[in-house]
């Protein structure tokens, strides 16, 4: 990560990784979500999607924000037309104190370190521009110490409030977001269809799904992607990438 990034994501809670997925990409992943559309069959788990797990442009920004003991907790898709909706603004860091309701949705930084909960890298397959609705949400509110005095009618997206962003997005870009900002689907405004791909990720020592990969459903891994797909444990968990190669 740039001193940049590092300055925006600790700012924001979320940040934009431009052009991760190249043209080819995004067409090989569009022609297989095309094809599943067609013949009936739901699952995206195939070799382009795999490559995502531990995408080489994404994994340094998990090993920086998460540590080095990162695993992948689970993932879905969110396909939206227009007018389509995903439910309102949740999360934030409330969820990370004693009592608050997600255990998992936290932000921490110490001497020059920064640490998350549950984190979410997020593969657009189509543009998203300003205004077309999808991924919002209050940027610094990971750090905010009154989460839920958020007004409903602002959570449903009933009422527009100047501190919720829609950031534009292109094909082929990362939005990389910690649980612990508040965050929500905005109503789809644009013509063309929402596409998007979410992995979320958790330190290695905790989950937020109640289920865990079985590895023998993927296919051939890589030994660096079996580590990522492993349950949560503590103590003899191994890194997700040896030192030499930090």
């Not at 695993?71 to 389509?84: E, P, S």
């Not at 791909?197 to 590895?215: N, Q």
């Not at 503590?234 to 890194?239: C, M, S």
Request: charged content about 25%; glycine content about 10%.
């Amino acid at each position: 990560m740039t001193d940049e990034e590092k300055f925006a994501v600790d700012l924001y809670g979320y940040l934009v990784i431009k052009d991760v997925l190249t043209e080819d990409d995004v067409d090989e992943m569009n022609a297989i979500i095309d094809k599943g559309n067609r013949d009936g069959m739901p699952s995206l788990w195939g070799e382009p999607f795999k490559q995502l797990i531990d995408h080489p442009k994404i994994l340094p920004y998990l090993i920086e924000l998460l540590g080095p003991y990162v695993r992948l907790d689970h993932d879905y898709a969110l396909f939206m037309n227009k007018g389509d909706t995903r439910g309102g603004l949740h999360g934030g860091e409330d969820g990370g104190r004693p009592g608050g309701p997600e255990g998992d949705h936290w932000y921490r930084y110490r001497d020059g370190v920064m640490r998350n909960g549950l984190c979410v890298m997020t593969y657009n397959l189509t543009d998203a521009p300003e205004g077309a609705g999808g991924f919002a949400c209050i940027p610094g509110s990971h750090k905010s110490n009154f989460p839920t005095l958020l007004p409903q009618e602002v959570k449903r997206f009933e009422r527009p409030a100047h501190y919720v962003v829609q950031p534009a997005l292109e094909t082929g870009d990362v939005l990389f977001f910690t649980e612990a900002v508040i965050h929500g689907t905005m109503p789809w405004q644009a013509e063309h269809e929402r596409r998007a791909i979410l992995y979320k990720y958790s330190p290695g020592h905790s989950a937020w799904s109640g289920s865990y990969y079985d590895l023998n459903k993927y296919g051939e891994l890589t030994e660096q992607q079996k580590r990522l797909l492993l349950p949560p444990s503590i103590g003899t968990r191994p890194r997700v990438v040896d030192d030499q190669e930090l």
